[in-house]
């Protein structure tokens, strides 16, 4: 017994020696230890590239590799340095994962491979830092003296090398220079476009125009909102307000009381009519294939554009709004003269050649005027009514956005609907009971329905419209019952610098009269930006 007994404990010391040798901590093998770093310790001769590290501890044997292969790899350019984080961490601690967990070799050697996934993304976070884009020669200012836009010459742009920049940074690790100092390339860029192919690019892409009336003050405003905005740029990506550009009517600014609706009512209001020039500059913009990101129907009918194609402002109200989604800037032109409002957008084409937007609007039902209202007339007998004024019915438009290229319709989805609301009817009676002669008291003035136009200062149905686009002239738009379409002219590409005529007075044409009550979805509402991008 007693020799089995020494056999034993002779095997299990032969053991634990031997698990010792292989690199496991006393812990594991059930031997007590006072030290923690003699738990790790390496017994065997063990090297990392040519690196001793037999005897040491974990950390010391990573102290020992990074001492040999430290990580301080820049890229500069110029006087700008980028630090490169340590792409090899991960590499080092996996390699001493597998010395100190399993049967260490004799030596090992440091791998650098499978790093081209991290070297690229470095590649790209350097040029994200250095590159710079290209400016092509593009509108930069208007001159209000020449009434021209000026063109700037453009600018080089700066690009990294990434792929040769890849390269360096793979060799560099290949060859553990992981202390590298790599000088990026980085050459220049021309534009697209120097000044003079700049000007040759650019054009009138759209064109739209409006008449106005005989109503001085009305036209003294729809003249200052139009000096507003004329000159005005967007560059790539930036948003047009109307109430931004034209900011708040007021009389110091030199705008007048005219006619405007507010509340449902004809009121006389500083800066009245304004929403002619909105109008106005919606039609031209969607017809340059720009997006709509704010547009908002009047309350009734316009009388001087087709329904459902008006866009109405009120400064801290409605706004109309539309966003530059090119890729160069833009100008914009607005001009009133002889009754006419023309605005006209100056930009290099983004539409696709022959390629042509255009709005369709389509009456789809009428509505029944609102109920009655009643004034008092005691010229009559009690009990005798008289009509003042007879109302009007609403009505409910679709309009629809049409695309077609080279004269084929491509797409003609539905852009918004809008319900205008009808004027109620006006009737005259006597409730009092007391009789007086019309001698005795001011004849009332016979109440006219107002459309939205007539509301800022436009009789019922004198609607003016033209629509023209560079090279064609507009397609048809859906017109009522005896409305007459509005005139098309074949517009002029104006060339470098756009300096725009003045528009004749021969547009002309009939609109649709008095307008009537809000029917589903009520008037006015704010429409879902126009699918243009």
């Not at 967990?101 to 790093?115: A, F, K, N, W």
């Not at 290229?405 to 409730?431: C, F, M, Q, W």
């Amino acid at each position: 017994m007693a020799v089995v007994a020494l056999v034993l404990v002779v095997a299990a010391v032969s053991i634990i020696f031997a698990l010792r040798g292989r690199g496991l901590p006393a812990s594991q093998t059930g031997e007590e230890s006072g030290s923690s770093q003699a738990e790790t310790e390496l017994a065997r001769q063990v090297s990392v590239d040519g690196i001793d590290i037999t005897g040491m501890d974990r950390t010391a044997a990573e102290n020992a590799i990074l001492a040999e292969y430290p990580w301080s790899m820049t890229i500069t350019y110029g006087e700008e340095t980028y630090e490169v984080p340590n792409l090899m961490q991960e590499k080092v601690e996996s390699l001493l994962n597998e010395i100190y967990s399993g049967d260490p070799q004799e030596s090992y050697t440091l791998d650098t491979s499978g790093l081209e996934d991290a070297v690229t993304a470095q590649a790209a976070a350097v040029a994200d830092l250095w590159d710079k884009a290209p400016k092509s020669g593009a509108i930069t200012s208007f001159d209000a003296d020449s009434s021209r836009f000026v063109f700037s010459e453009g600018e080089n742009g700066l690009a990294v090398d990434q792929e040769k920049l890849i390269s360096d940074i793979n060799a560099a690790i290949a060859g553990k220079n992981f202390d590298a100092s790599i000088a990026a390339a980085v050459n220049e860029v021309a534009p697209e476009y120097d000044e003079a192919s700049a000007k040759d690019q650019y054009k009138t892409v759209s064109t739209f125009s409006t008449n106005t009336t005989s109503n001085s003050k009305r036209n003294t405003n729809i003249r200052l909102a139009c000096e507003a905005i004329n000159g005005t740029i967007l560059q790539p990506g930036e948003e047009f307000s109307f109430n931004g550009v034209v900011g708040e009517r007021t009389e110091k600014k030199g705008y007048q009381a005219a006619a405007a609706y507010n509340n449902g009512e004809v009121v006389q209001e500083i800066g009245g009519g304004v929403c002619q020039v909105s109008t106005t500059l919606y039609n031209a913009v969607v017809r340059a294939g720009f997006k709509i990101t704010t547009r908002r129907s009047h309350t009734y009918e316009p009388s001087y554009v087709t329904p459902g194609q008006d866009a109405t402002v009120s400064y801290g109200g409605p706004d109309f709004k539309f966003v530059n989604n090119s890729n160069a800037p833009i100008g914009l032109r607005a001009s009133y003269a002889s009754q006419v409002v023309t605005v006209s957008v100056y930009a290099i084409p983004l539409l696709e050649d022959g390629v042509k937007y255009d709005l369709k609007s389509t009456k789809l039902k009428d509505m029944d005027p609102p109920a009655p209202t009643y004034e008092e007339d005691q010229t009559l007998r009690p009990g005798e009514e008289k009509v003042k004024s007879q109302g009007s019915k609403g009505s409910y438009w679709e309009t629809r956005l049409i695309i077609t290229k080279n004269g084929e319709v491509v797409s003609d989805e539905v852009d918004h609907n809008t319900t205008y609301r009808g004027h109620a009817p006006v009737v005259l009676r006597n409730t009092s009971g007391v009789v007086i002669s019309p001698e005795e008291t001011t004849a009332p003035g016979e109440t006219v329905p107002a459309s939205e136009g007539a509301g800022d200062g436009l009789a019922p149905g004198q609607i003016i419209e033209s629509s023209e686009a560079p090279a064609e002239s507009s397609g048809a738009a859906a017109v009522t019952p005896g409305q007459t379409e509005a005139a098309t002219t074949a517009p002029v590409e104006y060339g470098p610098g756009f300096a725009l005529p003045q528009p004749s007075e021969t547009i002309s044409g009939e609109g649709p009269g008095a307008a009537a009550e809000a029917g589903p979805g009520g008037a006015g509402n704010v429409v879902a930006p126009n699918p243009l991008s």
